[in-house]
């Protein structure tokens, strides 16, 4: 199979069409990390819409400080940084993006993708994407949403990783699945600001990998716990039945796994 195209700036803003003066996108070669990247931008002003691409990242970073390992045509990794209007509740906006995400890759012909709370893309039952949103500090209602989707799974990836992971393999063109990633962000993020997660939330729960499953959560805190997951409110916490009762489980706090 011939290598699939490579990211470029001409590529991504025709893909967009009349979308692209919606966004101001760079891409880099090479930088630690997009998210970091963006939020120092974002702190020196840059606008909403602004995005950072990455050919290769060296210090990716995932949810609960894990690092987001790859290599040169081998990962998607953007960050986008979105302005709110001031006082709109961030609850959920994490849930929002994977859901436009999964949109995209079902717009691409990428099939299917499951969505595992809080911020996790799966393909087949295995990780194929994962999502990081940080605050601007000072600023709760602007957000840097950084993605990071393996296209093709790195040769680095340790064995234990490797068994729990998917990529797309299909020489998927990474300029027709960003801009059609930012598309459909564009249309959930404008949602998100009028009815917040509350408006997303049957969409999102549609795709949902442990709805009205057994689970298993494992803290840092505390002992593992199983229970029935019940979905998600409309703020986003995930919604655990355990001895006759519902508990609101918010997203930081525990990993998500099927039961048995």
Known sequence: MPAPPSLNLAS???ALGSQACRFDVDLVERCDSTNAVLLARAEAGAPSGTVVIAATQTAGRGR???QWISAPGDSLTFSLFW???AGTAPAGLSLAVGLAVAKALEKVGAGRTALKWPNDLLLEGKKLGGILVE???GAPHAAVIGIGLNLRLPAALPDEL???SAALNSGQDPNILLATTLSELLAVLETFAVTGFAGLRDAW???HAFENAPVRLLSDFAPPREGVCRGVDVDGALLLEAEGRIERVLSGEVSLRGAG
């Open 135 to 137: 605050l601007l500090p």
């Open 162 to 164: 490797r068994a729990q």
């Open 83 to 85: 302005r709110f209007a």
């Open 64 to 66: 609960r400080g894990r």
């Open 12 to 14: 991504i803003s025709r």
């Open 205 to 207: 729960a549609a795709r």
